[in-house]
């Protein structure tokens, strides 16, 4: 199985500034089909996840531009440009590019 | 409006069977894959398996193959997760989601269930 690693597991932050989650993969999750199934997800208090990001870089309808995903083969990046309150919640990558399908453990964005 | 809504909590004893379920509204329900993930209370989520409606031909991750069994039924647009005998190790939170049953989309899980939520006592 692909094993999906994240850092930091936990991320205060000030409402306004930035944050960034890292993810790495212990693969390269670059398809033979040339996509690169890495997807973002994010889990508020109580709530079922929610897809944020997929392919890397791509933005689900809906979800505001504050957020943004980059990077390749093993390793890669969700950040927020500036963390509003109701980005209180755990986000995870997950990559599908192999199955079994495999999560990251989790980083949960708490305001300072 | 798109949805896919899921049978409420259970409470049961281990050993008991159980089977709960997924309903697909708002979109064809044979064009999507419908995946089945855990997360056991205060922990991450777990990728369990996947099928398409269209044939129900599932696919496990190797932890959970022979532990549970899914299935789905076209005809009422619904997906099921099923245990024989379930373990106190079952207690958790399941969430279906859907995939569009297409190329160049394999990450993409727009829609999910809220959840139904398993308690097994010993």
């Known amino acids: 199985d692909i094993v999906m690693t994240q850092t930091p597991l936990s991320s205060p932050v000030t409402l306004g500034q930035p944050a960034s989650i890292s993810c790495r993969s212990s693969q390269s999750l670059e398809n033979s089909d040339g996509n690169t199934y890495l997807s973002w997800l994010q889990q508020r208090p109580g709530q079922p996840p929610r897809l944020l990001m997929y392919k890397i870089s791509n933005r689900l309808s809906g979800v505001p531009d504050r957020f943004s995903g980059s990077g390749a083969g093993t390793d890669f990046t969700l950040e927020i440009t500036r963390v509003e309150a109701e980005d209180v919640g755990v986000y995870y990558c997950m990559q599908a590019t192999q199955f079994p399908y495999t999560f990251g453990q989790g980083t949960k964005l708490e305001i300072k | 409006e798109v949805q896919l809504v899921q049978s409420g909590a259970e409470v049961k004893r281990s050993g008991e069977s159980l089977r709960i379920s997924c309903k697909g509204s708002?979109?064809?329900?044979?064009?999507?894959?419908i995946g089945w993930v855990r997360q056991v209370p205060g922990k991450g989520l777990e990728w369990m398996g996947i099928?398409?409606?269209?044939?129900?031909?599932?696919k496990y991750s190797p932890s959970f193959q022979g532990q549970v069994t899914i299935s789905a039924d076209k005809s009422i647009s619904t997906a099921y997760l099923q245990w024989s005998s379930l373990k106190a190790s079952d207690t958790a939170m399941y969430y279906c989601?859907?995939?569009?049953?297409?190329?160049?989309?394999?990450?993409?899980?727009?829609?999910w269930g809220q959840g139904t939520m398993v308690t097994v006592s010993t």
């Open positions: 099928i398409y409606p269209s044939d129900s031909d599932p």
């Open positions: 989601a859907r995939r569009l049953a297409a190329a160049g989309v394999n990450d993409v899980f727009d829609i």
């Open positions: 708002g979109y064809s329900f044979t064009a999507y894959w």
